[in-house]
């Protein structure tokens, strides 16, 4: 099943919680929510206290991605917070085993994204432990750059790897997605879609969610 989960990064701050009700209408199924730190990426954005925020506006699972160096410092006050996944950057964890099984003795999902130039064979020896591969589909750190298309075979490697070794993890693509990359993505194996311009940039976002999960 396609899943949609509108990035807030591209939305109005000014006026959040209207934001957040205007998906929620359109029956999205997680709030992906963007942290960044200025140093893994150069884009800062927010941390802890506005992911607690935001999870006081919505029902919805907050799907928090962490693009932030050192990232064990921070798992337990993100948790706290209410995200409900959280998934970390394999470039910024040095003990990526360690990290994840930090983050699953909080009980939360665990997520780990990859840069378009990560290979998805350094994923593989703890992709059993994942609830959620990310596959970045641009260069992390800005909404509203365009989709980078020679990620598409590494989607459809890891969709047969996981099917092959009957593996739990949802392959989630995040970068550049609207209702035209979208069917590139899903035709390679991906089941959520991380989209922020291509709904807040819109008129209708409802048209845009709904124009991404037909097939
Ligand atoms: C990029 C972020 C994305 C981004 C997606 O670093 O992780 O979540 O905001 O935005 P669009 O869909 O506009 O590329
Ligand atoms: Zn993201």
Do not use: W
């Not at 199924?29 to 999870?55: E, R, S, Y």
């Not at 998934?87 to 983050?103: K, Y």
């Not at 298309?149 to 989607?155: F, M, N, Q, T, Y």
């Not at 209708?204 to 991404?212: D, S």
């Amino acid at each position: 099943m396609i899943r949609i989960a509108p990035s807030l990064l591209s939305a109005d701050f000014r006026n959040i919680e209207k934001e957040i009700k205007k998906v929620e209408r359109c029956g999205v199924d997680l709030l992906h929510l963007d942290t960044m730190d200025g140093h893994f990426v150069p884009n800062i954005t927010f941390g802890p206290m506005i992911v607690k925020a935001i999870n006081e506006c919505t029902k919805l699972p907050l799907d928090v991605h962490l693009m932030i160096e050192n990232p064990d410092s921070y798992v337990e006050s993100f948790v706290k917070s209410g995200a409900d996944y959280l998934t970390v950057s394999i470039e910024a964890c040095r003990h990526l085993h360690r990290t994840i099984s930090l983050i699953k003795s909080f009980d939360v999902k665990v997520g780990c994204a990859l840069n378009p130039a990560t290979s998805f064979c350094l994923v593989k020896p703890v992709l059993q432990e994942l609830d959620l591969l990310l596959l970045m589909t641009v260069n992390p750190g800005f909404g509203g750059q365009k989709f980078i298309e020679s990620v598409l075979p590494k989607i459809t490697r890891s969709r047969k790897f996981i099917e092959e070794n009957k593996l739990k993890a949802e392959i989630e693509v995040d970068g550049g997605i609207n209702p035209q990359t979208a069917q590139l993505v899903k035709k390679a194996g991906a089941n959520i879609l991380v989209v922020g311009d291509a709904i807040f940039k819109s008129k209708n976002y409802c048209q845009i969610v709904k124009a991404l999960r037909a097939s």
